[in-house]
């Protein structure tokens, strides 16, 4: 038996066995077991057999990372492929294994064969070094001349029996990521999107973790596929109760058949596991933070015209909503929708970029070149993807238009989809994008995606173009940003709808969702959060009364839910009134004051026993400084609310805790407890294990706590 392989970086061990020429089994995955000898490593195999007899053919234990029917497996196949009705039990074995170390953490590979079928397999599974997330893909090359078809390839992580509860999210429009739990029960639970993006109402993760997990309590761990389009993700429970999570691409009819020699790669399925959902986030925002892309510069506060304007645009009235965005603080001004030739609302126009004569008859330069006097840098909105019918781009190119042979299939938001499959449709919209961003200097575009893909075929023969989409995709995004370096990029995707980290290679921001209700956004950035760091979430301060819900909040709640993430303005500054604006750049001046802080340290939430309140922060690496917000979102039955206790510090040093009020003086609603007064000092295993008394809180307010870490006597 050959010893099983350690790969152990980042607080993260990974125990493979590879003995036997067979496919990696993953033994243990989780907490760093320590450096282990090869008669444990051994042991540890041994000590993982299941106590069955000879005649138990089914499910074999521990599963490996590629699941085959023909070794025994009914659960969820790996891999499902055929040529004709042939070659479709692939049975991948003389497996050969490397580890290598690399910078990012050291790498399992193996290579598999299937030699009557002429399949080889390669696996990589890695374990990197700066975050302890575990990743791992595939790929399948069809060694005959005859064509191989691949309908799936998923790749499973198992978690040990104590995982009995499932986490998932699910959602709609301006309503994303709304969690939703269940027992881990034997059978399935899948998740899968088919729109061609992950969408709004797809899962960020599957998670499973001890009964009764929370942010702060009880082992997880998740799984997430770096990867923009079709995909499931799945918790299954085998009546062998192996348990594991499993993840890959949803292929559509033949859209991946393999010629002699040709291969098939999966995307990267990532698994995280922690203490805690705050322990596994933090795994994914480390892994974020770690990449040399990662967006370094203090992130510009935004002044977005979206909700200020809508459609209507006019020279002037964008020059003085830029003036006061500057006033009030603003360090990037981005022109939404409606800027396009003839684009006056959004039944018609997508595909024709080209600035609008009649509305800027000068072009866009004199609004540009008056945000730059001010200071600013300049962003535009663009949805690459998408045309209209009601556009010189589909009147000349009705080609370009996906169409699975029945036409350009149902309008949403009256648009249909560009097939970038079409070289001609790609270099048309390379061309005009890296026009305009080259001859405005446009430092940001928001890059929308609203209608999901279809019945999208590549004309003219109509096979399935939704993958293709995806990789040309992620080429505009790479070859934009090679020839224009320095340009950032948002995946906005009606709000939420393409949230990955796949996007997130190219896409320096997500726009987690249209709505900018504070009530809604505390919970929609705390589980997009599950994936996405602050500083990669824009959060905008909406109107008085939102736009999607049309609650009305006070400016305080607004501008507390907005200063987590990559701050922004959709308030219209045109018509807020003076004590508005000054308490809006009194909140914007406490944002820079502490970007540092809230977009590199660690988000921590308390587990509340009350489900009325919500406690979150940021606290710093060095665990010197942090900021959290205690808010009440519903009204409690009991009053007041008691006492909270502050997660992350460091037990061993003392903290002063205070109030902190950046835009206007505690109003009606908010009653604050005698500590406030003077503040109190007290060590972190006290706070953590005791806390302080909370503000008394009408619905929908919140208080913020500032807490330092007091000098060493
Ligand atoms: C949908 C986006 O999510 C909004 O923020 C806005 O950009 C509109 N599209 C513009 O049409």
């Given at each position: 038996?050959?010893?099983?392989?350690?790969?152990?970086?980042?607080?993260?061990?990974?125990?493979?066995?590879?003995?036997?020429?067979?496919?990696?089994?993953?033994?243990?995955?989780?907490?760093?077991?320590?450096?282990?000898?090869?008669?444990?490593?051994?042991?540890?195999?041994?000590a993982?057999?299941p106590?069955?007899?000879?005649?138990?053919?089914?499910?074999?234990?521990?599963?490996?990372?590629?699941?085959?029917?023909?070794?025994?497996?009914?659960?969820?196949?790996?891999?499902?492929?055929?040529?004709?009705?042939?070659?479709?039990?692939?049975?991948?074995?003389?497996?050969?294994?490397?580890?290598?170390?690399?910078?990012?953490?050291?790498?399992?590979?193996?290579?598999?064969?299937?030699?009557?079928?002429?399949?080889?397999?390669?696996?990589?599974?890695?374990?990197?070094?700066?975050?302890?997330?575990?990743?791992?893909?595939?790929?399948?090359?069809?060694?005959?001349?005859?064509?191989?078809?691949?309908?799936s390839?998923?790749?499973?992580?198992?978690?040990?029996?104590?995982?009995?509860?499932?986490?998932?999210?699910?959602?709609?429009?301006?309503?994303?990521?709304?969690?939703?739990?269940?027992?881990?029960?034997?059978?399935?639970?899948?998740?899968?999107?088919?729109?061609?993006?992950?969408?709004?109402?797809?899962?960020?993760?599957?998670?499973?973790?001890?009964a009764?997990?929370?942010?702060?309590?009880g082992?997880?761990?998740?799984?997430?596929l770096?990867?923009?389009?079709?995909?499931v993700?799945?918790?299954?429970?085998?009546?062998?109760?192996?348990?594991?999570?499993?993840?890959?691409?949803?292929?559509?009819?033949?859209?991946v058949?393999?010629?002699?020699?040709?291969?098939?790669?999966?995307?990267?399925?990532?698994?995280s596991?922690?203490?805690?959902?705050?322990d596994?986030?933090?795994?994914?925002?480390?892994?974020?933070?770690?990449?040399?892309?990662?967006?370094?510069?203090?992130?510009?506060?935004?002044?977005?015209?979206?909700?200020?304007?809508?459609?209507?645009?006019?020279?002037?009235?964008?020059?003085a909503?830029?003036?006061?965005?500057?006033?009030?603080?603003?360090?990037?001004?981005?022109?939404?929708?409606?800027?396009?030739?003839?684009?006056?609302?959004?039944?018609?126009?997508?595909?024709?970029?080209?600035?609008?004569?009649?509305?800027?008859?000068?072009?866009?330069?004199?609004?540009?070149?008056?945000?730059?006097?001010?200071?600013?840098?300049?962003?535009?909105?663009?949805?690459?993807?998408?045309?209209?019918?009601?556009?010189?781009?589909?009147?000349?190119?009705?080609?370009?238009?996906?169409?699975?042979?029945?036409?350009?299939?149902?309008?949403?938001?009256?648009?249909?989809?560009?097939?970038?499959?079409?070289?001609?449709?790609?270099?048309?919209?390379?061309?005009?994008?890296?026009?305009?961003?080259?001859?405005?200097?446009?430092?940001?575009?928001?890059?929308?995606?609203?209608?999901?893909?279809?019945?999208?075929?590549?004309?003219?023969?109509?096979?399935?173009?939704v993958?293709?989409?995806?990789?040309?995709?992620?080429?505009?995004?790479?070859e934009?940003?090679?020839?224009?370096?320095?340009?950032?990029?948002?995946?906005?995707?009606?709000?939420?709808?393409?949230?990955?980290?796949?996007?997130?290679?190219?896409?320096?921001?997500?726009?987690?969702?249209?709505?900018?209700?504070?009530?809604?956004?505390?919970?929609?950035?705390?589980w997009?959060?599950?994936?996405?760091?602050?500083?990669?979430?824009?959060?905008?301060?909406?109107?008085?009364?939102?736009?999607?819900?049309h609650?009305?909040?006070?400016?305080?709640?607004?501008?507390e839910?907005?200063?987590?993430?990559?701050?922004?303005?959709?308030v219209n500054?045109?018509?807020?009134?003076?004590?508005?604006?000054?308490?809006?750049?009194?909140?914007?001046?406490?944002h820079?004051?502490?970007?540092?802080?809230?977009?590199?340290?660690?988000?921590?939430?308390?587990?509340?026993?009350?489900?009325?309140?919500?406690?979150?922060?940021?606290?710093?690496?060095?665990r010197?400084?942090?900021?959290?917000?205690?808010?009440?979102?519903?009204?409690?039955?009991?009053?007041?609310?008691?006492?909270?206790?502050?997660?992350?510090?460091?037990?061993?040093?003392?903290?002063?805790?205070?109030a902190?009020?950046?835009?206007?003086?505690?109003?009606?609603?908010?009653?604050?407890?005698?500590?406030?007064?003077?503040?109190?000092?007290?060590?972190?295993?006290?706070?953590?294990?005791?806390?302080i008394?909370?503000?008394?809180?009408?619905?929908?307010?919140?208080?913020?706590?500032?807490?330092?870490?007091?000098?060493?006597?």
């Open positions: 038996m050959n010893t099983p392989i350690h790969l152990r970086s980042g607080g993260t061990s990974l125990v493979v066995a590879v003995d036997g020429g067979r496919l990696p089994r993953i033994l243990h995955w989780g907490p760093d077991l320590g450096a282990l000898g090869d008669d444990a490593l051994a042991d540890l195999q041994r993982a057999l106590a069955i007899g000879d005649s138990a053919v089914t499910y074999p234990q521990p599963v490996p990372v590629l699941p085959q029917l023909a070794e025994g497996w009914l659960g969820r196949p790996g891999l499902v492929g055929d040529t004709g009705g042939r070659r479709w039990a692939p049975k991948f074995r003389d497996a050969e294994h490397e580890v290598a170390d690399t910078d990012d953490g050291p790498v399992l590979r193996t290579t598999a064969l299937d030699p009557e079928y002429g399949l080889a397999a390669e696996f990589e599974i890695q374990v990197l070094a700066a975050s302890g997330l575990v990743r791992q893909r595939a790929a399948i090359r069809n060694d005959t001349a005859e064509p191989y078809r691949i309908d390839l998923e790749l499973a992580l198992p978690v040990p029996p104590e995982a009995s509860e499932i986490l998932d999210l699910t959602g709609r429009w301006a309503l994303e990521r709304v969690p939703q739990r269940r027992p881990f029960h034997v059978g399935e639970w899948a998740r899968a999107s088919r729109g061609g993006k992950p969408g709004l109402e797809h899962t960020l993760l599957v998670v499973a973790g001890e009764g997990f929370g942010f702060r309590e082992m997880v761990w998740g799984t997430h770096a990867w923009s389009g079709n995909q993700l799945a918790a299954e429970r085998v009546p062998a109760d192996t348990r594991h999570l499993t993840a890959g691409e949803v292929l559509l009819p033949s859209e058949v393999l010629g002699q020699g040709e291969s098939y790669r999966s995307p990267w399925q990532y698994g596991w922690g203490v805690g959902l705050d596994l986030a933090a795994r994914f925002h480390r892994h974020l933070r770690s990449r040399p892309q990662h967006p370094s510069s203090p992130r510009p506060v935004v002044l977005n015209t979206w909700e200020a304007v809508y459609f209507h645009h006019d020279l002037d009235t964008l020059t909503l830029a003036e006061r965005g500057a006033q009030a603080g603003a360090e990037r001004f981005v022109l939404d929708d409606g800027w396009f030739l003839g684009r006056r609302d959004d039944t018609s126009s997508l595909g024709d970029w080209t600035v609008d004569p009649d509305v800027w008859p000068a072009g866009l330069e004199p609004l540009v070149t008056r945000v730059r006097e001010l200071g600013m840098d300049f962003g535009l909105w663009f949805e690459p993807e998408m045309v209209n019918l009601d556009s010189d781009l589909a009147r000349e190119h009705p080609e370009w238009i996906f169409d699975g042979g029945h036409g350009p299939g149902l309008p949403s938001r009256h648009q249909h989809v560009l097939d970038l499959g079409h070289p001609g449709a790609y270099a048309y919209l390379f061309e005009r994008m890296s026009d305009l961003i080259g001859t405005l200097g446009i430092a940001y575009i928001k890059w929308d995606h609203n209608r999901y893909l279809l019945d999208a075929g590549h004309t003219p023969d109509g096979r399935p173009g993958r293709r989409q995806v990789e040309q995709a992620y080429r505009l995004m790479a934009l940003k090679a020839a224009h370096p320095g340009l950032e990029i948002e995946s906005c995707a009606s709000g939420g709808g393409r949230v990955d980290l796949g996007v997130l290679e190219f896409a320096d921001r997500v726009w987690p969702s249209d709505c900018n209700d504070p009530h809604e956004r505390l919970e929609i950035q705390r997009t959060g599950l994936l996405v760091p602050p500083e990669m979430q824009g959060t905008h301060i909406g109107a008085e009364e939102s736009h999607t819900t609650r009305t909040h006070p400016l305080d709640y607004r501008a839910k907005a200063l987590w993430g990559h701050l922004g303005v959709e500054l045109l018509t807020a009134d003076d004590e508005t604006r000054a308490a809006l750049a009194r909140w914007i001046a406490f820079k004051e502490h970007r540092a802080l809230l977009h590199s340290g660690e988000v921590v939430h308390a587990d509340l026993a009350d489900a009325a309140f919500r406690l979150e922060g940021v606290v710093a690496d060095d010197g400084e942090a900021l959290y917000a205690f808010s009440v979102v519903e009204r409690p039955s009991t009053w007041p609310p008691g006492r909270i206790r502050l997660p992350g510090l460091d037990d061993e040093r003392d903290y002063t805790v205070e902190v009020h950046p835009g206007s003086a505690p109003a009606a609603g908010v009653v604050l407890p005698p500590w406030q007064r003077d503040g109190v000092t007290l060590p972190g295993r006290v706070l953590r294990l005791v806390g008394e909370a503000p008394s809180l009408d619905v929908d307010r919140s208080v913020l706590l500032r807490v330092v870490r007091a000098p060493e006597m």
